[in-house]
């Protein structure tokens, strides 16, 4: 049976920046090593038969006849897999079977004896359920990015819309390729094995906007600020340091801008509804938005 991700399982400590220079990602890991594997496996280590439903079909055969050391090592999608992807620095491959594929053919559909080395050492393979509700999950409003990996539903978070499905992440759950249909062993551990330099070459797409966002601030151009700023939050990336750099500028404005929404209700000055409106201006579309729009209403 799969498990629900909670957020308090994952808890707020484990996206915590680790920096991505001279992170190699082949090359083991105390964090994952402490996984069980064959998370879906019994004593025996056998992946077991999925929970069957109507229309699944049986066991055909087909993970019987994959030589073990050619079978790739799969975890669910746990809380503490993920904190060991992260505290590893080990990149992730998110794993959507067909609906009506038994677990066990599902799991070798995708194998060969290089990449079952990779998943038993230096990449977490990761086989979800398809779920096909889309019912939109809770949204406090934030602009701020998180992971998709907080996500109860990662098939409607990482928009998954067939199957098969291969998604393949960092260990912060950003996605840097894709296949809906199963690629070569070749090709897959091709793509694992660039997800470093794709972190490297996004934060430094990143880095090119978080230098806008800056002079805006250092010049007072709070409009200009928030355009560059909000560029990068709309990515969704999280973890890389221009990612987290830019999260953490953003927070400082808007905490800034709620201080002084703060004071003016605190003080209620005469010119307090002009300089709310103005901002109001200012911080259209931000997290503030609706800290003065109900400042406003307080003092009508």
Not at 28 to 33: L, Q
Not at 106 to 115: F, T
Not at 196 to 203: H, N, P, R, V
Request: proline letters at 4%; a negative charge.
């Amino acid at each position: 049976m799969f498990r629900i991700i909670s957020l308090t399982a994952i808890g707020v400590g484990l996206f915590a920046l680790f920096g991505i220079a001279g992170s190699p990602v082949f090359a083991g890991g105390v964090a994952r090593g402490a996984l069980n594997k064959n998370k879906y496996g019994g004593k025996n280590g056998k992946i077991e038969a999925w929970q069957k439903k109507g229309g699944k079909k049986t066991h055909g055969g087909g993970y019987d006849s994959v030589p073990k050391e050619e079978r790739i090592v799969w975890f669910v999608p746990d809380a503490e897999v993920f904190e060991a992807a992260a505290k590893d620095k080990q990149p992730v491959i998110l794993y959507f079977p067909e609906e009506d594929l038994d677990m066990m053919d599902a799991s070798v559909e995708l194998s060969g004896p290089d990449i079952m080395k990779v998943s038993d050492d230096s990449a977490l393979f990761i086989m979800i359920e398809y779920n096909a509700d889309r019912t939109p999950s809770f949204n406090d409003g934030s602009k701020i990015p998180t992971s998709k990996f907080l996500s109860p539903n990662l098939s409607r978070d990482y928009n998954v819309a067939k199957t098969p499905t291969f998604i393949v992440c960092d260990w912060y759950g950003n996605e840097y390729e894709r296949y809906t249909k199963i690629p070569t062993e070749k090709d897959m551990l091709k793509k694992i094995e660039a997800v470093t330099s794709e972190m490297e070459k996004q934060d430094k797409k990143l880095a090119t906007t978080l230098e806008e966002a800056k002079k805006a601030l250092e010049a007072k151009e709070l409009k200009d600020f928030f355009k560059a700023a909000l560029k990068n939050l709309k990515t969704g990336v999280i973890g890389l340091a221009s990612a987290e750099e830019t999260i953490k500028l953003y927070r400082q404005v808007c905490d800034d801008a709620r201080d002084e929404v703060e004071k003016i209700l605190d003080d209620r000055p005469e010119d307090g509804q002009s300089r709310l409106k103005d901002m109001s201006k200012i911080y259209k579309d931000t997290d503030v938005e609706k800290d003065i729009d109900d400042a406003l209403d307080i003092l009508k």
